[in-house]
T-cell receptor, first 111, second 114 residues
Framework: KNQVEQSPQSLIILEGKNCTLQ??????????LRWYKQDTGRGPVSLTI?????NTKSNGRYTATLDADTKQSSLHITASQLSDSASYIC??????????FGQGTTLQVKP | EPEVTQTPSHQVTQMGQEVILRCVPI?????FYWYRQILGQKVEFLVS????????KSEIFDDQFSVERPDGSNFTLKIRSTKLEDSAMYFC????????????FGPGTRLTVL
């Protein structure tokens, strides 16, 4: 069964610190992998989209990596801000077009 | 900046009643989606819609669910006879054509079935 697993489930860091969120997937065939940020009670907002051939992609303080061989991705957040507090969701797109969502990592940035 | 809008933001209904959730996708988008997120759980795909027909649906999207694009701007999700387990956040999303274009999500409608 196609699945997306994320770790850790939740994370608390101090403002200004860096953090890395992990995503493992078993989706096959694979089209692309996305990271979304979801604020509480809001819809997900896209941070990055990576295809099979891309290893890394940045969007400001967010840097995503992808290892298609090991089926792992990470999202690195640099110099965290209070506004980074949210759920970060790894989403893998099947070749059919369907999106498979991970459970999300809840990040809390404390002052 | 254009955005996907959804109404209502919160819908409370009695079990067995019909509900219609409304979405206005971004105007030049061609692909439309409904997702749901039960409280504390992951987002789940319900249905995708393109060229006025369903292109894919999940096992969740049974005969109680239907979608419609009645007037070229609205995209609706109807649940015919709501069950307690239909209580969730329902998100609409849309995108332009192409393989890697991102889906833009609406703010969601919280459905509470009593």
């Amino acid at each position: 069964k196609n699945q997306v697993e994320q770790s850790p489930q939740s994370l608390i860091i101090l403002e200004g610190k860096n953090c890395t969120l992990q995503c493992n997937y078993t989706v096959s065939p694979f089209s692309n992998l996305r990271w979304y940020k979801q604020d509480t009670g809001r819809g997900p907002v896209s941070l990055t989209i990576m295809t099979f051939s891309e290893n890394t992609k940045s969007n400001g303080r967010y840097t995503a990596t992808l290892d298609a061989d090991t089926k792992q991705s990470s999202l690195h957040i640099t110099a965290s801000q209070l506004s980074d507090s949210a759920s970060y969701i790894c989403v893998v797109k099947e070749a059919t077009g369907k999106l498979i969502f991970g459970q999300g990592t809840t990040l809390q940035v404390k002052p | 900046e254009p955005e996907v809008t959804q109404t209502p933001s919160h819908q409370v209904t009695q079990m067995g009643q019909e509900v219609i959730l409304r979405c206005v996708p971004i105007s030049n988008h061609l692909y439309f989606y409904w997702y749901r997120q039960i409280l504390g759980q992951k987002v789940e795909f319900l249905v995708s819609f393109y060229n006025n027909e369903i292109s894919e649906k999940s096992e969740i999207f049974d005969d109680q669910f239907s979608v419609e694009r009645p007037d070229g701007s609205n995209f609706t999700l109807k649940i015919r006879s709501t069950k307690l387990e239909d209580s969730a956040m329902y998100f609409c999303a849309s995108r332009v054509a192409g393989e890697v274009y991102e889906q833009f999500f609406g703010p969601g409608t919280r459905l509470t079935v009593l």
